[in-house]
């Protein structure tokens, strides 16, 4: 299976700074890749699929790039509600894997 | 979209386990599903999927031979059977809408939890 690896595994960041999220693919996964952000006690919410395009209603503050093995989301300017934990997940290949995830915290 | 799981609980090591998702708010049998956990703690691990048809399954090597997923398209519900449960399944278990059958989940259920221990 496709090995998903996210860095940094904790980002400090200051609110209204941006914050550039890493994930890569042990293979190429074209453009196949998904970001989701996760709050305590919370189920996932997504936020980019096909590696770039924003899904419903989510702000454009967010915005993905990247294909092959190496992905980024970007948070542009970061606001209170988006500390949180963010997932990339590749569905090129079965079964879909996940990264183990970035934790964004307020620094 | 909603996704309400239930099912969820204590079950000792060896013990079996079925969870449910009532799905509504869209047209259920045109869309795939997934079983997405959370083990306390720690990241998402996809677990199984399942086509809107139901002809087609997949399960993560860590549980085939032991979890079976499976719908029902007229009582819009997903099912994930779980037989011969480890303490390492111990997991918050997520309803996953797809977007298309080996795509990404737009919408998640809230999770349901399963323990298993002595």
């Known amino acids: ?107 | 979209v909603q996704l309400l799981e239930s099912g969820g609980g204590l079950v000792q090591p060896g013990g079996s386990l079925r969870l449910s998702c009532a799905a509504s708010g869209f047209t259920f049998s045109n869309y795939a599903m997934s079983w997405v956990r959370q083990a306390p703690g720690k990241g998402l691990e996809w677990v199984s999927g399942i086509s809107g048809a139901g002809g087609s399954t997949y399960h993560a090597d860590s549980v085939k031979g032991r979890f079976t997923i499976s719908r029902d398209n007229s009582k819009n519900t997903l099912y994930l059977q779980m037989n011969s449960l480890r303490g390492e399944d111990t997991a918050i278990y997520y309803c996953a809408k797809d977007y298309l059958w080996g795509y990404y989940t737009d919408d998640w259920g809230q999770g349901t939890l399963v323990t298993v221990s002595s």
Do not use: H
């Open chain 1, 1 to 107: 299976e496709i090995v998903m690896t996210q860095s940094p595994a904790t980002l400090s960041v200051s609110p209204g700074e941006r914050a550039t999220l890493s994930c890569r693919a042990s293979q190429s996964v074209s453009s196949n890749l998904a970001w989701y952000q996760q709050k305590p006690g919370q189920a996932p919410r997504l936020l980019i699929f096909g590696a770039s395009t924003r899904a419903t209603g989510i702000p454009a503050r967010f915005s993905g790039s990247g294909s092959g093995t190496e992905f980024t989301l970007t948070i542009s300017s970061l606001q209170a509600d988006d500390f949180a934990v963010y997932y990339c997940q590749q569905y090129n290949n079965w079964p879909p894997t996940f990264g183990g995830g970035t934790k964004v915290e307020i620094k």
